[in-house]
């Protein structure tokens, strides 16, 4: 099986949050993209697992998605430790993507740091030919790190303007989650069940949209630098 983009996140619905619009893009333009989470989210403070795991079901196929995968590593206590490591190693040797979306290194929850160790170094030892699971190695072209909630000096960003009411449908799946008016669970209110969050998302996407001169748009980090071949047909169009 030969993946385009595979996106990793430590719980259900981070992906979705960061990434969720450039997942759309991609999809919608037939290429065959996969979200994994790491974790159930068996720490959350709203939701049961069963209701996590429903949504996380719906919201993969309001993306698109060619494949969705829970694994269960420890929620709330993720560490890049040699199971967690091999665990994901054996989901880039099946999956074999090109792009490879993963947390920011640095987060204000320590799940999204280690997820991005552990998803970094495995990325890195699935290339490894005597690092032995009964699989082909191999190794992606390139690690696209998104954000979460920590902020970070772009490498670039994705123009995500025609995605934004399928992206804000896929998060809105996330019933038990994310701020949703119509859906008065009675649960205890968490930051991200807040309507200011969902202020707070919308005003970043428009915020690097506008940097391009679009409406909304999703930022990635990578370790290098972007290429531009041709500045005109880079930047040519641009209107500030
Ligand atoms: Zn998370």
Do not use: C
Request: proline letters at 4%; glycine letters at 8%.
């Amino acid at each position: 099986m030969k993946t385009d983009i595979l996106a990793f996140g430590a719980h259900p619905d981070d992906v979705e949050l960061a990434a969720g619009g450039t997942l759309l893009k991609a999809a919608r333009a037939g290429s065959a993209t996969g979200v994994i989470t790491l974790t159930r989210g068996e720490t959350g403070t709203r939701g049961s697992l069963e209701e996590r795991a429903a949504e996380f079901d719906a919201a993969s196929r309001l993306m698109g998605l060619a494949h969705h995968e829970m694994l269960s590593l420890p929620d709330g206590r993720l560490a890049a430790d040699e199971e967690s490591k091999l665990a994901v190693v054996r989901e880039i040797r099946e999956h074999r993507p090109t792009i490879l979306l993963l947390p920011y290194w640095e987060d204000r929850h320590p799940d999204h740091g280690a997820a991005s160790r552990i998803v970094q170094e495995a990325a890195f030892l699935a290339g490894l030919r005597k690092l032995e699971t009964g699989q082909e190695p191999h190794r992606p072209a390139e690690l696209v790190y998104y954000m979460s909630s920590w902020e970070f000096e772009p490498s670039f960003v994705v123009d995500i303007s025609a995605h934004i009411e399928e992206k804000k449908r896929a998060i809105q799946a996330y019933g038990t989650q994310v701020y949703n008016p119509s859906l008065a669970t009675g649960e205890e209110q968490t930051f991200i069940s807040s309507e200011h969050f969902w202020q707070l998302l919308l005003s970043r996407m428009a915020h690097y949209g506008r940097l391009i001169g679009a409406s909304f748009a999703e930022p990635f980090r990578i370790r290098g630098l972007v290429e531009i071949a041709d500045l005109v047909g880079a930047f040519g169009k641009r209107v500030y």
